[in-house]
């Protein structure tokens, strides 16, 4: 089955950066994407970035566009966010997701309905 496990979370002052990782195994899609989420306590989780294998286009929600960076790692299947210049408003806990197949909008890549493979989160606290 599909494992996703999210890593490198933490608390860091704002202006700081962290990185996170997404190590993924169990699936041999060739279409896919992978894509970040976060969660923030009593609200609806929502789309931070997002890339498509084997293609190269990224996305990213406007709150973050600028500031964080996606990128992959196929053949290990990880994915990665650089995450810069940190606010406090983005303290949340952020979700590794999949999906398999290709077609999706820029809209519809970071849609959590339209992923249906999950990891555990990370917890990123930002401090001011």
């Known amino acids: 089955q599909v494992q996703l496990v999210e890593s490198g979370g933490g608390s860091v002052q704002a202006g700081g950066s962290l990185r996170l990782s997404c190590a993924g195994s169990g699936f041999t899609y060739r279409f896919y994407y992978m894509g970040w989420f976060r969660q923030f306590p009593g609200k609806e989780r929502e789309g931070v970035a997002a890339?498509?294998?084997?293609?190269?286009?990224?996305y990213y929600g406007d709150s973050v566009k600028g500031r964080f960076t996606v990128s992959r790692d196929n053949a290990k299947k990880t994915l990665f966010l650089e995450m810069n210049r940190l606010k406090p408003e983005d303290s949340a806990m952020y979700y590794c997701?999949?999906?398999?197949?290709?077609?999706?909008?820029?809209?519809?890549?970071?849609?959590?309905?339209?992923?249906?493979?999950w990891g555990q989160g990370t917890q990123v606290a930002v401090t001011s």
């Open positions: 997701a999949l999906r398999y197949g290709a077609g999706l909008t820029a809209i519809q890549a970071l849609s959590p309905a339209e992923y249906s493979s």
């Open positions: 890339v498509y294998t084997p293609g190269t286009g990224t």
